[in-house]
């Protein structure tokens, strides 16, 4: 019994000898270069990897291709390369410069930031040509009362209450204004500011708590062919031009000239006869 159970003891001694070997073999197998590269390569996958999708950004609003004035407030990609982007917009001009600072202009909560795009040849001549104030003054209320589109809506009734002046007068003023193609009656309460000489492109219109904001744009050079196509109106208005005001101050300094000299000329013949007595 007990050489039996030595034997049995041997015999495991032996097998677990042998165990103990085998992994001393599998060990530095393992640690061989060329199993080392087995391993690694049984740990890529054979499928082919699959990048992960980017996060999807929010897609920014594209130049317009026909609206210049808005093109300043819409936000653009970052350019990388000038020559697709002037290839893609061929009508503008491309030029890098400062940043643009916001325009002050004097204003009111109901009226914000509004101006007009006035001539200032325009201004020149009027300020020369006209002697009496009332039509200036008539005509820089029609202008700080265009709306986009450069249409006054105005009845000479409330001209008169703004200008505190009579109606008569407002409406012989008026009349002479529009002889020169200035401005020309659209409707009844309704004038039309002629576009080269003053033009409101655009106005904010602030919202209420029942009416939301709203934007309105006019481009002037739609308003100039809406004019011209009307034949029914004046050749002035549809073609202006005030090289007839430019003549008549020329004339009106050479009458003036004129009379100054009489009038010197009067003056020193009287003088000579008081001496001569």
Partial sequence: MKGGDLSLLGGDTTRRNVSQTDIYVGVADILLPSKISEVESSLVSSEPQRRRPAPKRAPRPELPLD?????????VQPVEDLDSIARRYPRRQLSLSSERKPMEFYDTPERPKAFSMDSLEFFFLIAQYFREALPLRLILLMIACQKAGGQIRLTQEEMSTVLDVHRGKINEALGEVMSHGIVFKVRRGVYQFNPPYSYRVAEFIPGTELVEAEYVQVDQDKA?????????LPQLVRFPSLEHMREAIEELRKKRAEERAERRLARAQRQEEGSAQ
């Fill in 224 to 232: 100039i062919a809406k004019i011209r196509k009307d034949e029914s």
């Fill in 67 to 75: 609206d210049e004035i808005q093109a300043w407030s819409k936000p």
